[in-house]
């Protein structure tokens, strides 16, 4: 079953022409990776799949199991479960994280037509998933990501998604920041949440990321298109190679 579909997706930031024609498609059970160089148009990528207002999408389409996500709003795509990191703030002052993932927690719970759960049990579900990412309990206390390091920030977009389990999950830059203790929990956080009900892209620059959470596919991303596709070597291959190869590859036809 395909969960998303995107066919020749262009956007422009402030009318700079980002993104030229992405096709993706992603299925349930799979996890993407998206590498390329830098100023290559990922994160924009990202950014048009969730809506971010600064990302103005000016053709193609973006299906996301039936829905045209481009005409939802960016708490609607989070609802129906789209899952991208950045759509929660960075920080905020004066809010538990803990009543913070409860609110979004149950706002997923209503989308899906279930009952909201209470904070008991909203305590127990909690201390399941704080198990996922070897988080300590003391972390719900504090307001959310105020704070909290580079690794501790990763770890909680690792502990939202575990909570809201979401249809497709878009990691931009996941690693990033982190030392390899926190890459391992990051990643067997991601392989733990993987299903075949679900699917997982994960854009990251290197080749690391991948000895941890081994991806069906591999893309590059090149001046706003993906040029070239592969299975999991394609991502050592880049990893010996650089990227120079593929682009004078595709080249002739970019
Ligand atoms: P990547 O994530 O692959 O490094 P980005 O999507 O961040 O690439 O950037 C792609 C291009 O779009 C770059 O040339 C970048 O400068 C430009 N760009 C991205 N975001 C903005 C923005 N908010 N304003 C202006 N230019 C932007
Ligand atoms: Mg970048
Ligand atoms: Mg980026």
């Known amino acids: 079953e395909i969960l998303l579909s995107v066919k020749d997706l262009t956007a422009e930031v402030d009318g700079n022409s980002i993104l030229k024609g992405v096709n993706l498609a992603v299925r349930s059970g799979e996890i993407h990776a998206i590498m390329g160089p830098n100023g290559s148009g990922k994160s924009t990528f990202s950014k048009a799949l969730a809506g971010h207002p600064a990302y103005e999408v000016t053709g193609g389409e973006a299906i996301f199991q039936g829905k045209n996500l481009l005409e939802m709003e960016p708490e609607e795509r989070a609802r129906a479960g789209v899952f991208l ?24 719970r209503k989308e899906q037509g279930l009952e909201e759960l209470d904070a008991f049990d909203f305590d127990d579900l909690i201390q399941e998933k704080l198990d996922v ?115 004078e590859q595709a080249g002739a036809e970019v």
Do not use: C
């Not at 993987?194 to 081994?214: D, G, K, M």
């Open 85 to 108: 990191a950045f759509q929660y703030p960075l920080e905020i002052p004066g809010v538990s994280n803990l009543d913070f993932l409860r609110v979004a927690y149950n706002s997923r």
């Open 133 to 247: 990412v070897k988080m300590d309990a003391a972390f719900l206390n504090r307001s959310v990501n105020e704070g909290f390091s580079g690794g501790e920030k990763k770890r909680n977009e690792i502990l939202q998604m575990a909570l809201l389990e979401p249809k497709i999950a878009i990691l931009d830059e996941t690693d990033s920041g982190l030392d390899i203790d926190a890459l391992k929990i990051v990643a067997n956080g991601v392989n733990q949440l993987a299903s075949p009900e679900n699917a997982t892209i994960l854009i990251t620059h290197y080749q690391r990321l991948l000895n941890y959470i081994v991806p069906d596919y591999v893309h590059v991303m090149a001046r706003g298109q993906i040029i070239k596709s592969g299975g999991k070597e394609l991502a050592l291959e880049l990893e010996s190679r650089g990227y120079d190869w593929v682009l």
